[in-house]
């Protein structure tokens, strides 16, 4: 699987649209782009995937660069409890779904 | 309500003792995954099945072993416990399949303490 590149954290206000980056240089034309999120110590929780289109769905929006060595996770109005770790996958189906470190979004009223 | 139970939700163990965690969904999904999260980490795979009757190594299989005698089922084995592998266990499943897309869905977590 290709490796993902996030910072490893980042602040938004409450209200706010929260914009998570992450690069994927080295992406494969068959691999997906999923983000997850992990709330403290709960489950890991599906939010998005996407192959070379723009997605949206009723939690974010996900744009993928042209190029698809990039893509942009964006949370359009940020609440407390969007606070959480998100992680950006690069996967091609059936293969297996290997986690970075993600990125720790903390919002703040 | 569907999705992935994990038990037990939390043990303490003795090191040298043998556990099984267990894990069971009734989603139908063909992938199932055990991932392990040590404090201030990521989830790494232990190890996986991408259908019942067949298993594989995930990125720290070693002390884990796995089976997949069914669809529902997927429960991890540690034969002989160690402190190291103090964690907090995770499984998840995955409909896999022509058009599927392959999106994980987890259970609550394990929360394993080897003394």
């Known amino acids: 699987d290709a490796k993902t590149t996030q910072p490893p954290s980042m602040d938004c206000a409450e209200g706010r649209a929260a914009n998570l980056p992450c690069n994927h240089s080295t992406i494969s034309g068959n691999e997906y782009v999923y983000w997850y999120r992990q709330i403290h110590s709960q489950g890991p929780q599906y939010i998005i995937h996407g192959l070379k289109n723009n997605e949206t769905n009723e939690m974010a929006s996900l744009i993928i660069t042209e190029d698809r060595k990039s893509s942009t996770l964006i949370l359009p109005h940020a609440t407390l409890r969007d606070t959480a770790v998100y992680y950006c996958i690069v996967r091609a189906p059936p293969d297996k779904l290997i986690f970075g470190t993600g990125t720790r979004l903390q919002v703040f009223p | 309500i569907a999705g992935i139970t994990q038990a037990p939700t939390s043990q303490i163990l003795a090191a040298g003792r043998r556990m099984t965690l267990r894990c069971t969904q009734d989603?139908?999904?063909?992938?199932m995954y055990w991932y392990r999260q040590d404090l201030g980490l990521g989830l790494r795979l232990i190890h996986y099945s991408n259908t019942a009757g067949t298993t594989g190594k995930g990125e720290v299989p070693d002390g884990y072993s796995v089976s997949r005698a069914n669809t529902d089922d997927f429960p991890l084995t540690l034969a002989s416990a160690v402190p190291s592998q103090t964690s907090v266990y995770f499984c998840a499943s995955s409909p896999v399949g022509t058009g599927r897309t392959g999106e994980l869905f987890f259970g609550e977590g394990s929360r394993l303490t080897v003394l």
């Open positions: 989603m139908r999904h063909n992938a």
